[in-house]
Nanobody, 124 residues
Framework: QVQLVESGGGLVQTGGSLRLSCAAS????????MAWFRQAPGKEREFVAA???????SYADSMKGRVTISKDNADNIMYLQMYILSPDDTATYYC??????????????????WGQGTQVTVSS
């Protein structure tokens, strides 16, 4: 059974940084592509970043330069390093896994497995 568990969320001040983690189990992590999405209260879920099996990455235009996605295949963990956070970044952050290994799509419909999310709150 595939399981994705996010961690690393919390409360941070404007301008601060956070690193989110997504631990995967029940799957050979290195063979698939993964992504981060986020959802703020009252808003639709939106794409943040994706990384495929060969570590090619894609980022939402609004996030470029402020986030870095990476993964550790040996430990089955994906990361999202976030910088210069603002209150607009307040959201629940979700990791997702796509069975297509070369994909870096920003379309949530193509992701087959999802974690429960971790809350990020940025205070002004």
């Amino acid at each position: 059974q595939v399981q994705l568990v996010e961690s690393g969320g919390g409360l941070v001040q404007t301008g601060g940084s956070l690193r989110l983690s997504c631990a995967a189990s029940g799957i050979t992590f290195a063979r698939y592509s993964m992504a981060w999405f986020r959802q703020a209260p009252g808003k639709e879920r939106e794409f943040v970043a994706a990384i495929n099996w060969s570590r090619e990455t894609s980022y939402a235009d609004s996030m470029k330069g402020r986030v870095t996605i990476s993964k550790d295949n040996a430990d089955n963990i994906m990361y999202l390093q976030m910088y210069i956070l603002s209150p607009d970044d307040t959201a629940t952050y979700y990791c997702a896994l796509n069975r297509i290994p070369y994909s870096t799509t920003n379309n949530a419909q193509f992701y087959h497995y999802w974690g429960q999310g971790t809350q990020v709150t940025v205070s002004s």
